[in-house]
C-alpha cells in the first residue's frame, strides 16, 4: 500500500507533464505553420492615382467551385458613405474583406486609383484602407501601446484625441494608471464594447482614406452606439466610408444602401428611393421600423 501511495505522485507529474508538452507542442506547430503559408498576393511597383475604389465583376469562394459572391459591381465616389445590408450568411462580410483587400477575389477586380488592391504593399494597402470588424483583440500591454499599434509615434494629446473621438476618453482616465494601465490577459479587464472602441480609436489614429466598418459599433447598446456614430462624422467626413449595418439608421444616415442578398446586389441607391421603389430594402426597413 505504502509503495502505491509512493507512485502516485510522480504518476501524477508524468502524466502533467505529457499534457503539457502536448499543448506546447500543438503551439509551436502553429507558430511554425504560419511562416510556412505561402504569400496571398504579390507586391506591384504601380501607385494609385486617387483614393477611387472601383468594384469589377468580384467574385470570391471559399472551396473551389462554390463562389458565395457573384459579380459584384461597385463604383464608390470619393467621400461616399454606403450602407451594406442584407440577410445574415447573404455575403456582406466577405465582400468587406474584399473592400479591405483581406483576399484577393477568385474572380474581377478591386482596385483603389485603378491599382489592384491586393498588388499594394502591406504597409501602403493599411494606410488607404482599413477594416474594423465587431471581432476585437486587446493585446497584452498597456492601453497607451495597445492604440500606438495604429501609429507608434502618437503622442498621449493624440491618443487621448482619438479616444475622445470614439467616446472613450471618460473611462480611458478613469483607469487605475490612466492610459499606462495594463490590458490584456493579466491585466485590467476592458469590457467588449469597450475593446471595440479601443479598435475604432486605433482607426481614427491609422487615418485611412477608405473605412470598412464591418458592424463595428454592434456590442454598444443601441442608444451608445448611435451616439458613438455621431461623435464620428466630424473624424469619417471627407472619407469613404462602408459601413455593413445591422441597425438601419446607419443605412438610413448613408448616401448610397446596397443590398445584399445571396451573394448579389440586389438593390442600391438612397434610401428614399429604395424604400419608394417597395422592394427588399423597403421590406426589412417597414420590418426593422416595427421591431
Avoid: C
Wanted: net charge negative; aromatic share 4%.
Amino acid at each position: 500500500m505504502a509503495f502505491s501511495v509512493q507512485l502516485g505522485e510522480p504518476l501524477f507529474n508524468l502524466v502533467f507533464w505529457l499534457d503539457e508538452l502536448q499543448v506546447a507542442g500543438v503551439s509551436l506547430a502553429r507558430v511554425v505553420g504560419v511562416g510556412l503559408v505561402p504569400p496571398d498576393r504579390t507586391a506591384g511597383t504601380a501607385a494609385p492615382t486617387d483614393d477611387h475604389v472601383e468594384v469589377r465583376d468580384v467574385r470570391y469562394a471559399y472551396r473551389e467551385g462554390r463562389d458565395v459572391l457573384h459579380g459584384i459591381d461597385l463604383d464608390l465616389r470619393v467621400g461616399e458613405r454606403l450602407a451594406v445590408v442584407g440577410p445574415s450568411g447573404a455575403g456582406k462580410s466577405t465582400l468587406g474583406r474584399m473592400l479591405a483587400g483581406i483576399h484577393p477575389p477568385t474572380g474581377g477586380s478591386v482596385t483603389v486609383g485603378s491599382v489592384p488592391l491586393v498588388e499594394l504593399p502591406v504597409d501602403d494597402l493599411r494606410q488607404r484602407v482599413a477594416l474594423v470588424t465587431q471581432e476585437h483583440h486587446v493585446f497584452v500591454g498597456t492601453l497607451a501601446q495597445n492604440l500606438r499599434l495604429a501609429d507608434t509615434s502618437a503622442s498621449d494629446e493624440r491618443l487621448a484625441e482619438a479616444l475622445d473621438a470614439v467616446d472613450a476618453l471618460g473611462w480611458a482616465r478613469a483607469l487605475p494608471d490612466g492610459l499606462e494601465t495594463g490590458v490584456g490577459s493579466g491585466g485590467h479587464v476592458l469590457t467588449p464594447a469597450q475593446a471595440q472602441q479601443v479598435a475604432l480609436a486605433r482607426l481614427v489614429l491609422l487615418d485611412p482614406h477608405t473605412l470598412v466598418l464591418d458592424e463595428a459599433t454592434s456590442l454598444l447598446d443601441p442608444r451608445a452606439a448611435r451616439h458613438l456614430e455621431g461623435s464620428l462624422d466630424a473624424v469619417l467626413t471627407g472619407r469613404t466610408v462602408i459601413a455593413i449595418a445591422h441597425r438601419l439608421h446607419t443605412a438610413h444616415d448613408a448616401d448610397r444602401v446596397a443590398v445584399v442578398d445571396a451573394g448579389r446586389i440586389t438593390e442600391i441607391g438612397p434610401h428614399d428611393d429604395l424604400v419608394a421603389a417597395g422592394g427588399e430594402y423597403a421590406r426589412l426597413w417597414e420590418s426593422w421600423q416595427q421591431e
